[in-house]
């Protein structure tokens, strides 16, 4: 994609209210691929007096089926254009081709799909017997809101706030990380070519200040902010102290237990991918394997096996499953947790370095450490890169204790031969989305958000429309009859 110069403000392409720009950095090639502006203050104020302008115009008025029919056109426009969004991610931040057209685009068109489908259902208006005698509850958008994205997968995430908005009827301003601002210029023109209704969505990429202001705006009732714990809190702190609505979707450090009775040939091969996705840069990477004593040995095989043989390089190749971490500074970080894993007492099976004949681009080998104790670093934090750990168990019970002994409690898998065993533990872990032989922990459908430390309310399906609406009761005399 093209550098730019101007901003999408509520449907107008604007010249920005500052000339700060942002540099976007290929992950691959370590070369600036392009420039646009940062967004301002100044750009915060105007999106704001749009949405403001939109929440009282016709859009939030339409029916819901209305609605759903700009979700499908919207869904559309991304669909028409999926590689050029593809390559555009790809080029970004470094996800490999063959995860990018799924993973980062047909994931983010089936969020809109889903709401679409959704909304026809929804309650958004339902007659109740009151205490006294009949209530009206509503369900009326909750006002102007701002939806801030990570750069790991900056479509679908953003689509995980914007199109609930547009479901509810609540005008969005997105704020894109300053790392992957591109594929955020396609999706403002997708929704110019559609003529979605003038103020409802505004894009604005920017750094942690401007998100920052636009969290504390007055005009702003809810922020739905994905991102690190560390910067989530401080979200959720100044939306606690504003009163403003908000959800948090943060970090993770999941656990995939292998049961004793688990088909390793069959189910490794489907457990690899739920880890290493996307460079390992997913919050919902099962990035604790814990294996059975009795079928240890076993388990550290195919998994070192898988690990070995995953191929790094060029995130354009279709061959390749592992790119380029997102910047420098991530390569770094991830590197110095390897570091640490080996001077806590981990045993390093494949791996722990930067990949031969790879000289340029921010790469980190994919990386097994085995003999882990589920108390060291590389087990307890966050690493967002191809890093995985193995630690043994004794006995179910172990397993589903080891899971919880964690800050976090995004996600999480089970693989045995018997599904009800499978679900016994399911029920047992302290984790918002769990999977059970199942090739993604994460369902379209259905709510998706972390216990503990990993955030607070749900995105997706029924929760996360209404994540995006308020509710009002209305009293009616007693002998109200509808005309
Ligand atoms: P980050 O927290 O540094 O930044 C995320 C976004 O928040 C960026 O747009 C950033 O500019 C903005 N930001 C940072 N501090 C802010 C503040 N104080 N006020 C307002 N905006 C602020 O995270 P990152 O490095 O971009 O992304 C990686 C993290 O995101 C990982 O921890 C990962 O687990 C998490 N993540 C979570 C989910 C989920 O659904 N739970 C999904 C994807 C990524």
Redesign the pocket.
């Known amino acids: 994609m093209d550098s730019r110069d101007t901003l999408y403000v509520g449907g107008e392409w604007v010249t920005p209210s500052t000339t700060n720009t942002i540099d976007v950095i290929s992950p691959f090639t370590e070369e600036v691929i392009a420039t646009v502006p940062e967004a301002g203050e100044g750009d915060v104020d105007r999106a704001v007096e749009a949405a403001e302008a939109a929440l009282n115009g016709p859009y939030p008025q339409l029916s819901a089926d209305e609605r759903a029919e700009w979700l499908r056109k919207l869904s559309g426009g991304i669909q028409a254009r999926a590689q050029e969004f593809a390559d555009t991610i790809t080029a970004e931040m470094g996800s490999p081709a063959s995860w990018s057209i799924m993973g980062q685009v047909f994931s983010a068109t089936m969020v809109l799909d889903s709401f679409a489908d959704l909304l026809p259902t929804f309650a958004f208006e339902e007659r109740r017997a009151g205490a006294f005698g009949p209530v009206l509850v509503r369900k009326e958008p909750v006002g102007v809101a701002v939806g ?6 900056p479509l679908f ?1 953003g689509m995980l706030k914007l199109a609930p908005a547009l479901a509810a009827g609540s005008p969005i301003i997105l ?4 790392e992957t601002p591109l594929d955020g210029y396609l999706l403002a023109e997708v929704i110019d070519e559609i003529g979605l209704p003038k103020g409802m969505v505004s894009i604005l990429p920017a ?2 200040e401007v ?2 202001y ?2 504390r705006h007055r005009g702003v009732s809810k922020v739905s ?8 809190r ?2 959720g702190a100044a939306c606690g102290e504003l009163l403003k609505r908000f959800t948090l ?4 450090k999941s656990a995939a237990i292998v049961l004793d009775d688990a088909d390793l040939a069959a189910q490794i091969p489907m457990l690899m991918p739920n880890s290493l996705m996307n460079n390992g840069e997913a ?1 919902v990477a099962q990035t604790r394997i814990l294996a059975p004593r009795s079928r240890y040995g076993e388990v550290v095989d195919a998994v070192a096996a898988a690990v070995e043989g995953t191929t790094v390089g060029d995130p354009t190749d279709p061959s390749t499953a592992v790119g380029p971490l997102v910047a420098e500074r991530q390569r770094d970080r991830v590197l110095g947790y390897i570091e640490k894993g080996k001077a806590e007492g981990a045993k390093l099976a494949v791996g722990g370095g930067r990949p031969a004949g790879l000289d340029k681009g921010w790469f980190v080998e994919p990386t097994l450490f085995v003999d882990v104790d589920n108390k060291m670093t590389i087990a307890q934090e ?1 690493i ?1 890169g191809p890093v995985l750990a193995v630690i043994p168990y004794d006995s179910d019970d172990e397993a589903v204790a080891i899971a919880n002994d964690s800050d976090y409690g ?1 996600s999480g898998s089970v693989w045995t031969g018997d599904v009800e065993r499978g679900i016994d533990v399911a029920r047992k872990v302290r984790t918002g989305t769990y999977g059970v032989n199942a090739f993604s922990t994460l369902d379209l459908k259905t709510p ?1 958000g ?1 216990f503990k430390s ?2 607070m309310g749900r995105e997706l399906g029924p929760e996360g429309l209404s994540a995006f609406l308020e509710t009002k009761s209305i009293v009616l005399p007693g002998d109200y009859q509808p005309s």
Do not use: D, Q
Not at 148 to 153: A, H, L, Q, R, Y
Not at 175 to 178: A, D, R
Not at 249 to 252: C, S, V
């Open positions: 801030i994205v990570p750069w790991n997968v995430v704020k894109p990380s300053p750094g942690r998100g920052e636009m969290v902010f994905t991102g690190s714990t560390a910067a989530g401080k979200v979707e943060l970090g993770g919050c966050e967002f995004l998706f972390g990993s955030g």
